[in-house]
C-alpha cells in the first residue's frame, strides 16, 4: 500500500520520494540540495536579490503567480530594481502553455512601461530585456509580438553568450514565437536547433540552471528524442523544491512516461502532488490559484504511472484525495464501474459521458450506454471508443475491433499525450484486445509492437504481444519475460482487463 498521505507531503518538503517513509527503520539518505535560481542583480541589497532569485525560480517552475508576488515585493524594496519589471512582464510569457491572456497582456505592459522609466541604474544586459519584452507588448498581431521579442533576444544571444539566464530565456521566447520544429520534411527547423543550442549552451555555464532543463525536456520530447533529455530529467528529480514549484519534479515525468521508467514517473510526481498540497496549505494567492491550473496534471502522472504497473489499491488510495475528476479517471482505468456511475451521478457532459458510457456497457446496461453515446461529439476518438463498447455490449468482436480500428486512426499518429493519451481508456491497448477477442492475433500483435514504441515497459502491452504470440504458435518468451519483469500486480492481467 502507498505511504499515508500525510507522510507524502513531509517526504515532498523533506525532498525524499514517499518511498523514503515506507521502512522507517532504514537509513535515511542525504538531503538533496534544493532546487535554486540567481541572476545577480547590480545594486540589489541581499533581501532584494533574494526576491529576485524567488521570482526567477518560479518563473521556471511556471508559477507565474507567485513570480509576480515575489517581483512586486523586490520592487518595494528598490523601484529601481529594472529587471524585476522585466520579471513582471516575462510572468505572462514565459509558460508555454499559457503564454498570453488579455488580463497578463495588460499587467506586462504596464510593467514594460514602468521598467523603462527605470533603467538609469540598470546594467547591459537589464536594459536589453526590458527593451526586448517591450516588443513583446508593443503593436502588432500575437504572432507578431512574439517574433518580435523572440528575435530581439536572438539577436543579443548571438554575440552574448556568456548568461545562462538570458539563453534560457531566448529559448523560451523562440518556442512561444514559432508554430512547428519540423519543417514538414522531417527535418528539424533552424529554430529549433537555436533552442537547443542556447539551453546547451545555458546548461554548460550553470548545470544546475533547472529553467534549461525544464525547456529541454519539452523540447526533446516534442522531437521524439526524450532519451536525449534523460539527463535533464535526472536532474530536475536530484532536487529538494520549495511549495510552489511542483511543476519542476513533475517534468522529470515527462520522460520517465516515454522511456518506460513507471515507477520514477509515480515517485517524482507524487513528490509533485505534495508539493502541491504543502503550497495549498499556506493560503490562496495568486501563485496558489495559478499552480491549481496544474495539480490535476501531477495527479493524472502518478495515476496513470500506478495503474500501469498494477499497483491499483495505491491507485485507489491516491484517488481518494483528490477531486471527482480524478476519481472517475483511476475508476475507469481500473474497471470499478459501480463506483464510475455513482462519482458521475447525473452529469452525461464531456468525460463524465464516456466514462458512464465504458461503466454501462462493461456492466450490461444497453439503454444507459447508448444513452450517453448519443451526448458524445463525432470528433475525436471518444465516439469511436463508444462505438467499440456498443459492440461489446452485442458480443460483437468485429464491430467492436473496427470501433477500434476507428479510434486508433485518429490516435496513432498524434502527439503522444501527457502522458500517455487517454490513459483511463487506453485507445492502442483496447484496439489490440479487441482485435485478439476477435480471433485476429497477428493484426494485434502489429498493434500492440506499435504500441511498446511509443510506451515501452508497459506491461499491459508486453501481456497483450506475448497472447498475440502464442495465439499464433510463436516464440511469446521474451514479452512473457518482460512482462513479469514490469508487472507488479497482485494477480495476472487478463484480456478483459486491457483497454
Known sequence: ????WIAVLACALLGAPPAALAQSASPQPPAMQEARAHWPVQGADEPTQRLIDRGLLMLYAFDVGEARVAFAEALARNPNVALAYWGEAEADTIDINSPQTTEGDKRGAAASAEG?????????????????????????????????????LSAWTKTHRDDANVLTVAAFAIWNAEDALFDGHDAITPKANEMIADLDAALALDPANVGAHHLRIHLMEELHRARDAASDAEALSSYSYPPGTSHLPHMSGHIWS?????????????????????????????GQQYMKLYHDHDVDFVLYGLTTLGR????????????????????????????????????????????????????????????????LSDGGSAKRVGDAMIALLAHDTAAR???????????????????????????????GAALLAAGKPADAEAVFTAELKRYPNDPHLEWGLAEALKAQGKDDAAPRAAYRASWEGSRDLTLADLG
Request: no cysteine.
Open 1 to 4: 500500500m502507498r505511504s499515508p
Open 116 to 152: 523603462r522609466q527605470h533603467l538609469s541604474g540598470a546594467s547591459e544586459t537589464e536594459r536589453m530585456l526590458v527593451d526586448a519584452i517591450s516588443s513583446r507588448y508593443g503593436r502588432g498581431t500575437k504572432k507578431e509580438r512574439f517574433a518580435h521579442y523572440a528575435d530581439a
Open 258 to 286: 516515454r522511456i518506460g521508467e513507471y515507477a520514477r514517473l509515480v515517485a517524482d510526481n507524487e513528490r509533485a502532488v505534495a508539493n502541491d498540497q504543502a503550497w495549498f496549505a499556506q493560503g490562496d494567492g495568486p
Open 312 to 375: 491499483n489499491d495505491e491507485a485507489r488510495a491516491f484517488a481518494q484525495h483528490e477531486d471527482t475528476t480524478m476519481q472517475i479517471k483511476a475508476a475507469v482505468r481500473l474497471h470499478d464501474d459501480a463506483r464510475v456511475l455513482r462519482l458521475t451521478g447525473a452529469d452525461s457532459t464531456g468525460s463524465a459521458a464516456l466514462a458512464r458510457l465504458v461503466a454501462a456497457a462493461r456492466l450490461g446496461d444497453a439503454p444507459a450506454a447508448r444513452a450517453m453515446l448519443a451526448k
Open 401 to 431: 475491433a473496427a470501433g477500434y480500428a476507428r479510434a486508433y486512426e485518429v490516435t496513432k499518429n498524434a502527439a503522444l499525450g501527457d502522458p500517455k493519451t487517454s490513459w483511463q481508456t487506453p485507445v492502442g491497448e483496447g484496439y
